[in-house]
């Protein structure tokens, strides 16, 4: 039999439980350690944690059964905390006090055989059985049964009382975050993956175009991101091998609304329709124009991506474009750089009647165009000065070198402006510089 501590002992005992109970995170442990640590220090009543979470009414799991000191365990052995599989039970004893929705105090017991808890109730004369409560409502019960049936005085059991109610709403809310925890890392997890594939979608490597240099950039604001680009042969059937030589090629940009996964997934519906184009054509308008169709078709509630899309034909050098509401490229020739400004139609997947008319232009030697998403223009400084158009056409206008040189220059006075912050929206940038 375990000696009653003294009230200095026990005050002691106390602190060091609630300290731990502090630290440790995991609810089974806790609610071992504490059953413990009250056998320790008032005694060596035995204990029933009974469960009712997520059954039907009048039904029950035995989570655990701690037997009284001093009985023989071969006879009487412990059951230790069973788990969210322990089996249902109903009727009983405990059927019987559950169907009530308050505390049941029964001294002079006796109850040599349960239909559930067989002869493990025959040595115990008292019987005090609390409810725990969890948002209002009844959720698990521990029993407290002892050899004695004077062994718990009322002040007593309206100290447990208070005593398990408070442990059980510290037992829920740490199953409550363990659980949160384990769905944030399950969807987290998720997350990673579709970015995994987002990525997979974007080209593994820019193609080697006579004529042309092309370099991209491209940051997620979080793991998967709503903005995309694609570089594509002209006139060829997605999946066929494209000629070295082939003379014309598209390049798009674009961006969804939002950020996160939905955004990733508008992404991912837009690269598919990309790929599935069904005509071959030379038109960015056209391709624009059944783009938006289909999304908007798809119905992708509050959803909408702006777009850029140019062909460039290596032969003549001719740039066809056209905008679904997207960032109007920046156009340099030597260090003057302007803006490409065809006249925009709507973003994507909003109407389904929206035009995007062609513009066309030839390009000079040494031209060279930047596509860009908006998470570029208005990345903020740790003051909270915007980059903006004016930095990025400062910043283009004075960089040189191959396209992949300069695009590194405007990436690195970009993270130079941002004062290593995390961005606040997805960056993506496309340079074509025409050889």
């Known amino acids: 039999m375990t000696e009653v501590l003294s009230d200095a002992d026990r005050l002691t005992r106390l602190t060091e439980i609630l300290r731990e109970l502090g630290r440790d ?164 997890r998720e997350v990673d993956e579709i970015a995994n594939i987002q990525r997979k979608l974007l080209p593994a490597e820019m193609p080697k175009i006579s004529g042309l240099q092309l370099a991209a950039a491209y940051a997620t604001f979080d793991r998967a991101g709503g903005d995309y680009y694609d570089v594509f042969p002209i006139g060829v059937v997605r999946g066929e091998e494209t000629p070295a030589d082939h003379p014309e090629w598209g390049i798009l940009i674009a961006d969804a609304s939002g950020h996160g996964p939905s955004a990733a997934v508008v992404m991912a519906m837009l690269s598919t329709l990309l790929r599935s184009y069904p005509h071959v054509t030379r038109s960015p308008g056209e391709i624009l124009e059944y783009l938006n169709r289909r999304l908007t078709a798809l119905s992708v509630h509050h959803s909408f991506v702006t777009a850029f899309l140019v062909t460039v034909n290596c032969e003549d050098k001719r740039m066809t474009y056209a905008s679904a509401g997207h960032n109007w490229p920046l156009l340099r020739n030597g260090q003057c750089v302007k803006m490409l400004q065809p006249e925009a139609g709507l973003p994507l997947g909003i109407a389904t009647s929206s035009r995007y008319p062609d513009v066309t232009r030839t390009a000079e030697p040494g031209d060279a165009v930047l596509l860009y998403t908006d998470g570029v223009t208005e990345a903020r400084s740790p003051k909270g000065a915007m980059f903006a158009e004016e930095g990025l056409r400062q910043v283009f206008a004075q960089s040189e070198g191959s396209a992949q040189h300069v695009l590194d220059s405007i990436v690195r006075k970009l993270r130079e402006h941002e004062g290593n912050q995390r961005p606040t929206d997805d960056q993506t940038m496309v340079l074509i510089q025409v050889g």
């Open 25 to 188: 995170q995991d609810p089974v442990r806790s609610v071992n350690n504490y059953a413990a640590a009250m056998r320790e220090i008032y005694g060596s009543q035995g204990m029933i944690s009974i469960s009712m979470r997520n059954l039907d009414p009048g039904r029950y799991r035995v989570m655990r059964f701690i037997h009284q000191e001093g009985l023989p365990k071969e006879e009487y052995p412990d059951l230790p905390f069973a788990g969210p599989d322990a089996p249902a039970h109903s009727g009983g004893i405990v059927g019987e006090i559950i169907a009530g929705d308050a505390p049941v105090v029964r001294r002079n017991v006796s109850i040599d055989h349960d239909p559930v808890l067989g002869t493990q109730l025959a040595p115990y004369r008292l019987l005090v059985a609390l409810p725990t409560f969890f948002a209002g409502d009844i959720t698990n019960w521990v029993i407290y049964v002892s050899t004695d049936p004077g062994a718990l005085s009322a002040e007593d059991i309206e100290t447990r009382f208070l005593q398990t109610n408070l442990m059980g709403g510290l037992s829920n809310n740490k199953r409550i975050a363990k659980e949160l925890l384990e769905a944030t890392e399950w969807i987290q």
